[in-house]
């Protein structure tokens, strides 16, 4: 797989034309970035929306810390291809090197709950969550041999689902229904 670089013209001869190399998917990764930057830019709407930060129960502390932790996480490691692409101008190194990045997010997060609170962990929670960890590491570790774009894309992608549904289950459960909207309740 080799880099495409693309092409920029100027109508104007006083300019120089400019090659601009740019990394398979950037597009993909770049916006996956954005997203990430919005999950925790959310998630810190919710920490400044509490009235009382000091009352958050475990639970909730830890939804919120581990949203941005996340989502800042997985920015990094999309915009870091960018300029490791633009030093290398080769998308294999660059697979590669996001695929050690992305090996080295499971295996950090497996690493914070080496000691799991028995408050946010359940048994059966983080016996999944150590599964899937170890499956992600696997596959980040295998793909740094393989160089796959469509292996760190998805990699990528599951990332992000771990943000995007620990803001979902910590949304819907500060709801409560149509009062938390503003709205009248049932019996109103």
């Given at each position: 797989?080799?880099?495409?670089?693309v092409?920029?013209?100027?109508?104007?001869?006083?300019r120089?034309?400019?090659?601009?190399a740019?990394v398979?998917?950037?597009?993909?990764?770049?916006?996956?970035?954005?997203?990430?930057?919005?999950?925790?830019?959310?998630g810190?709407?919710?920490?400044?929306?509490?009235?009382?930060?000091?009352g958050?129960?475990?639970?909730?502390l830890?939804?919120?810390?581990?949203?941005?932790?996340h989502?800042?996480?997985?920015?990094?490691l999309?915009?870091t291809?960018?300029?490791v692409?633009?030093?290398?101008q080769?998308?294999v190194?660059?697979?590669?090197?996001?695929?050690?990045?992305?090996?080295?997010?499971?295996?950090t997060?497996?690493?914070?709950?080496?000691?799991?609170?028995p408050?946010?962990w359940?048994?059966?929670?983080?016996r999944?969550?150590l599964?899937?960890?170890?499956a992600?590491?696997?596959?980040?570790?295998?793909?740094?041999?393989?160089?796959?774009?469509?292996?760190?894309?998805?990699?990528v992608l599951?990332?992000?689902?771990s943000p995007?549904?620990?803001?979902?289950?910590?949304?819907?459960?500060?709801g409560?229904?149509?009062?938390?909207?503003?709205?009248p309740?049932?019996?109103?």
């Open positions: 797989m080799v880099g495409r670089p092409v920029a013209l100027s109508t104007d001869p006083n120089a034309v400019h090659i601009i740019t398979e998917g950037q597009p993909f990764f770049t916006t996956i970035a954005g997203l990430s930057i919005s999950l925790a830019g959310f810190a709407v919710i920490a400044w929306l509490r009235d009382d930060p000091s958050w129960d475990p639970i909730n830890w939804r919120v810390k581990t949203i941005v932790r989502a800042l996480t997985i920015a990094f999309c915009l291809l960018v300029p692409h633009t030093f290398t080769d998308d190194t660059t697979i590669r090197v996001g695929s050690a990045l992305a090996a080295l997010f499971a295996i997060d497996v690493w914070r709950v080496r000691r799991p609170d408050v946010v359940d048994p059966v929670a983080l999944v969550f599964g899937l960890s170890g992600l590491f696997l596959l980040s570790l295998l793909n740094i041999l393989w160089a796959s774009l469509g292996w760190l894309q998805a990699l599951f990332f992000l689902t995007a549904a620990i803001f979902s289950n910590f949304v819907r459960e500060m409560g229904g149509s009062k938390a909207l503003g709205g309740s049932p019996g109103d």
